[in-house]
């Protein structure tokens, strides 16, 4: 065991967490800390790490177990100094240890002492086993994976926004390599591409690992055990998110029943007492049926903590087939060029979710839509379009003074009071919070607001920037469920797989400075892509177009150049070493799609449920990944020697 709860109980004042709670995270763990928003997990986390103490209970930790906690509060870190010397820093031990062989370095070469060359030896062998030489490798290769440019790991920490902060500190700690990773919402501040490498990161992590997150594609990947905080229990299953859907609504099933099938006992024996408690002759039975329903171990009846609430859209005007047009859209930024004469339309009917990686333009070709970004070109709405642009700053339009029932009103939905209620209660707005003022709520929850109000509008076409950032798994399938059932049109931003598999009809991307559409789903087009990656012409494997690219035009040699004699054997040589070099192309190619299937089958939440099975694909995986990294080092010195070779001939 790594950390552990106790029968832990915990409070916050007259509000109960958690009841009794034990929790043992073992060794190779990927957990799923999951349950609806309020019930406290990131709570829970703070008391694994010691931040919360608990009401009762214990909170158990081994000996030398190293924990890396990811949270929103880590914010308030600011520095001067470069992500690079942020990232860095998670190797602190190595980083003192590189100062003590600098002053060793300068003391030897004042004194040639013997005793410091001894040590100065000893320091630079202690470096070597602690990985010390490759830590600016590994860091920059974490800040790349996590969607740092070259330039970018230069810049100060403080010129960064919240999110690219928070994925600074991820890097750090993840290159800390702790026992026990608690990870909240890792993925609210990631793009897509990031998100994958964080996927395939931590798949391969030696440490455990607990998630906090909504993203369902991102839990469903990573973990192999969920612990779900309901009604102040802790509740365990097996396997990953999907599993875990599955197992609950079988065990919401059986206790339902149970609960039912009691409640039936529970009434006759009820009726009988009634019925024969006054009589002499049946006053033992009734007293004995009395006596067995006081010892009875009542079942609970389950509780639908969210009630399915249904979104419906009311919409005025049907409008005409094309809804937006963009023609010959050019839109820089300085030197940053982010469309380019790119033209696209927007036709009834499309739900559209513009996705890839952060820089690319997604929110900012959003705007431009929506008609409050400058650009070049232009954009002509259609007949009857009545839109609804949902982004951040929308917040700026909220009534501060209002309360929350005042605000949604001001919409001019014509839904009645109960309505909206309802509709801000699947917001995660219930009871007496519609009464709250705007100003005092958090810019999460003004965020909620400024998203009900754009659903509860009469629009027939709506632009969502990361709709989902701010509700939990429950509130995002009712919102899938209400756009599904939309008949009006829409096209949003949103790094949720789950959100833009459920709810788009197209896809865009923005490629090349231009807008390339799919006309499909999100898994038809990850298959597409697949497809075409598969399809794409390989690599001659002749070594001379390869070697050619590389150098100047004429590198491959047939005849000699005719102020130079003619050299016979190292011409020989050139031709076997260019031989060597396209055989071990062939190699690394079908190493590379080796290792493809490996990570795919490592991928499988299924080889979770048997450590040995997991264990062997991990090593052959690491094998596999230990071959290919000598094959690649063999092609780079064989195309060193091909280069060396040819200008001897030249």
Known sequence: MLVGLQNVTFE??????????????????????IGYNGTGKSTLLKVLVGEYLPSSGTVEKSRGTTIGYLHQDLLSFDTNQSILEVALSAFEKV???????????????????????????????????????????????????????????ARPYKEFSGGWRMRVLLAKMILQQPDLLLL???????????????????????????????????????INKVVEVYQKQLHFYNGNYEFYETEKAMRVELQMRAFENQQDYIRQQERFIERFRAKATKAAAAQSAMKRLDKIDRIEEVEIERPNIKINFRIDKTPGKVLCELKHVTK????????????????????????????????????????????????????????????????????????????????????????????????????????????????????????????VSKANFLMLDEPTNHLDM?????????????????????????????????????????????????????????????????????????????????????????????????????????????QLEEKIARSKEKKVQLESALADPAIYSEKSKFSEAEQAYKKHQADLEILNKEYESIFEKILQLESEIE
């Open 474 to 582: 429950h509130s995002v399938e009712l919102l899938v469920e209400s756009l599904n059932k939309y008949e009006g049109s829409f096209i949003l931003v949103s790094h949720d797989r789950y959100f833009i598999s459920k709810a788009a009809n197209k896809i865009w991307e923005i490629v090349d400075h231009e807008i390339k559409e799919f006309k499909g789903t999100y898994a038809e087009w990850i298959e597409w892509k697949e497809r075409m990656a598969r399809l794409a012409p390989k690599p001659e494997k002749s070594a001379a177009p390869a070697v050619a690219e590389k150098i100047a035009p004429a590198a491959v040699i047939e005849k000699p150049a005719p102020n130079k004699p003619f050299n016979k054997d190292l011409q020989k040589e050139l031709q076997r070493l260019q031989k060597q070099f396209s």
């Open 95 to 153: 980083q003192l240890l590189e100062k003590e062989i600098d002053r060793l370095g300068k003391l030897l070469e004042a004194t040639g002492d013997e005793k410091t060359l001894h040590d100065y030896s000893d320091a630079l062998h202690e470096l070597e086993l602690m990985g010390g030489y490759d830590i600016h490798h590994r860091t920059e290769e974490v800040l790349h994976g996590l969607g740092f440019s070259q330039e970018d790991i």
């Open 184 to 222: 909240d919402e890792p993925t609210n501040h990631l793009d897509l591409p990031s998100i994958e490498w964080l996927e395939k990161y931590l798949l391969h992590y030696k440490g455990s690992v607990v998630i906090v997150s909504h993203d369902k594609f991102f839990l469903n990947r990573m």
């Open 332 to 455: 820089r930024f300085g030197s940053n060029t982010i469309v380019e004469n790119t033209s696209a339309e927007i036709e009834r009917g499309d739900k559209i979710a513009l996705i890839g990686a952060n820089g690319k333009g997604k929110s900012t070709l959003l705007r431009i839509i929506a008609g409050v970004e400058k650009f070049d070109g232009e954009r002509k709405w259609g007949h009857n379009v009545d839109e609804s642009f949902y982004a951040q700053h929308q917040l700026e339009a909220l009534d501060l003074n209002n309360t929350l029932l005042e605000e949604m009103k001001a919409c001019g939905s014509q839904k009645t009071e109960q309505e909206l209620r309802t509709l801000l209660g699947c917001f995660l707005f219930s009871g007496d919070d519609t009464d709250k003022k705007i100003k005092v709520l958090s810019g999460g929850e003004k965020a909620r607001v400024a998203l009900a109000k754009t659903i």
């Open 12 to 33: 916050f004042g007259a509000r109960v967490i958690v009841s009794d709670a034990t929790w043992h995270i073992q060794p190779g763990e990927r957990i799923g800390l």
